[in-house]
């Protein structure tokens, strides 16, 4: 038998046994989403008997650094094609992939991802939900509300596991969806990755100032406006002490810098988005999360990965992340004065910020380790293939 056609049986074999897992995902933010998604998709691209592919409605970021990574991308883009014709694109890359499972990221990609996987035998579909609806259609937004309803609908129904980041999370989720249908899997981090990350750049900070970021989009959630304030308190409590650095843009940015305008504060500055956020946070003193609500946030575990305190409001996944203050520090309200006490004892305190970093430390290589993340994802995805073979 000659190489050419051993080679041939070699390749069907493979075919035959390799799991084939399809990610679909927006792709137009740099979020948390995105980038749990790429964490996820770099570890299964390492992974022998997995192929992967990721499939985007959008060129970006995430699309940058997972073809840098050497995972295959196809890119749809939304923008110059309506539903249709992204779903005839989608099936078209199914029908050659032939994926065991869809695994979808958000609302718009969860009704694609089950009209997808219907239309190609054998495929299945699942979601994870990475936070909180962020934007609740009012009483009036009928067609808003509409494609909420659907969406629930598709994943009472359609997609299953419904994988939420946290139990919070999946507390939040049972009043849409039976329990059986809901799993836990929580985010995890490559640190070695983030480490590299975080060499790959070299960036000038104010000198002698602790150094406080903020890290992420600026919506309404994630309560930019108590960060200004927080710096505001800072400076009047510690004068010169404190230096803060707002990492990232979004519709909240315009009235943030008018915030920090009507105040006259000269300590804080706005970086707009970062593509290199992990250089400039492996070079602060303490993470800040002012959010009213979180997933499970991969800022928060790209900070631990870096050795840098997190101060956090104690919402969502974040108390259960930072082992309810053994590994951070949480914050009971939105009472900026509070934050202001804490960032201060870390400022001071340098066994007691040595402690923390040592717990979180601990943490992030364990319970919230890209292999921990992954691991569980494969064993998911691995039911459905079981399941088609």
Same mark, same amino acid.
């Given at each position: 038998?000659?190489?050419?056609l ?14 084939? =897992?399809?990610?679909l ?10 980038? @749990? ?7 299964l691209?390492? @992974? ?18 997972l ?29 050659? +992939?032939?994926p ?12 694609? *991802? ?27 937004q ?16 359609? @997609? ?14 049972s ?5 059986d %249908? ?43 406006d ?11 409590? +510690? ?33 707009? +988005? ?8 492996? %070079? ?24 840098i ?6 919402? *969502? ?6 082992? %309810? ?31 923390? =970093? ?19 994802y @494969? %064993? =998911? ?9």
């Amino acid at each position: 038998m000659n190489d050419e056609l051993l080679a041939a049986y070699s390749i069907v074999d493979r075919l035959k046994t390799e799991l084939r =897992v399809l990610q679909l995902a927006s792709g137009d933010l740099w979020a948390g989403a995105e980038v @749990q998604l790429y964490y996820l998709a770099c570890y299964l691209h390492r @992974q022998e008997g997995v192929d992967l592919l990721v499939v985007l409605l959008n060129p970006g970021e995430l699309q940058q650094r997972l073809i840098a990574a050497g995972v295959a991308v196809e890119v749809l883009d939304e923008s110059h094609a309506g539903f249709v014709r992204l779903l005839i694109r989608l099936c078209r890359i199914c029908g050659g +992939f032939k994926p065991d499972v869809i695994h979808t990221h958000r609302q718009k990609e969860n009704l694609l *991802g089950v009209l997808a996987a219907a239309m190609n035998p054998g495929t299945r579909s699942m979601r994870t939900v990475h936070g909180g609806n962020e934007h609740l259609p009012r009483f009036l937004q009928v067609g808003k509300r509409l494609r909420v309803w659907v969406d629930h609908w598709l994943g009472q129904h359609l @997609q299953k596991p419904v994988v939420c980041v946290s139990d919070d999370l999946k507390s939040v989720l049972s009043a849409h969806y039976a329990v059986d %249908r809901l799993l836990v899997i929580e985010n995890g981090v490559d640190t070695e990755k983030v480490r590299d990350l975080a060499r790959a750049g070299d960036i000038e900070l104010m000198p002698d100032r602790f150094l406080v970021a903020f890290v992420g989009r600026m919506v309404p959630i994630k309560r930019i406006d108590l960060f200004v304030e927080i710096a505001r308190l800072a400076e009047r409590d +510690f004068p010169e002490k404190f230096y803060f650095y707002a990492i990232g843009d979004g519709s909240e940015l315009k009235g943030a810098q008018d915030q920090v305008s009507e105040h006259g504060l000269s300590n804080i500055s706005f970086t707009g +988005f970062r593509a290199d956020a992990q250089c400039w946070l492996a %070079r602060m003193n303490a993470l800040c999360i002012t959010s009213d609500h979180e997933g499970l946030p991969m800022g928060a575990l790209e900070a631990m990965a870096l050795r840098i305190p997190v101060v956090a409001r104690g919402v *969502g996944g974040i108390t259960a992340v930072l082992d %309810r203050g053994h590994a951070g520090t949480l914050i009971k309200s939105a009472e900026p004065h509070l934050f202001v006490e804490a960032l201060n004892q870390l400022r001071v305190d340098s066994e007691y910020s040595q402690n923390v =970093v040592e717990a979180a430390w601990e943490r992030v290589n364990g319970r919230y380790s890209v292999t921990a993340m992954a691991d569980q994802y @494969q %064993r =998911v995805y691995g039911r459905f293939h079981t399941t088609k073979s």
